[in-house]
């Protein structure tokens, strides 16, 4: 599975952006994927994750209310939409699949990754 993350940006605090990631090679639509992101000097933390159905979504804490993962029909395309993004929120953001049976929050359970996009929130 080869991912790719797009969609990252400057933007103002306060605004909007919508990351992407797209599958190819083989199809994601039975992993779990998620989003992780890491800041300058910070370790990678995870942000959000969706189960392979779709049905199950969580989001950490410090963007709960602000972003929303999700995934189209075919299950070929994750979306992070980011709203009210906070200079905090600036980081590169990873695309990541995995085959865990439930969600999860844990970067090891995540065996592809894609390259990352950098989302910069200026203030």
């Known amino acids: 599975v080869q991912l790719q993350a797009s969609g990252g940006g400057l933007v103002q605090a306060g605004g909007s952006l919508r990351l992407s990631c797209a599958a190819s090679g083989q199809s994601i639509r039975t992993y779990t994927m998620g989003w992780f992101r890491q800041a300058p000097g910070k370790e990678r933390e995870f942000v959000a994750g969706i189960s392979w159905s779709g049905g199950s979504t969580y989001g950490a804490d410090s963007v709960k209310g602000r972003f929303t993962i999700s995934r189209d029909p075919p299950k070929t395309t994750v979306y992070l939409q980011m709203n009210t993004l906070k200079p905090e929120d600036t980081a590169v953001y990873y695309c990541?699949?995995?085959?865990?049976?439930?969600?999860?929050?844990?970067?090891?359970?995540?065996?592809?990754w894609g390259q990352g996009t950098l989302v910069t929130v200026s203030s």
């Open positions: 990541a699949a995995g085959l865990a049976v439930v969600l999860t929050t844990e970067a090891n359970d995540y065996i592809f």
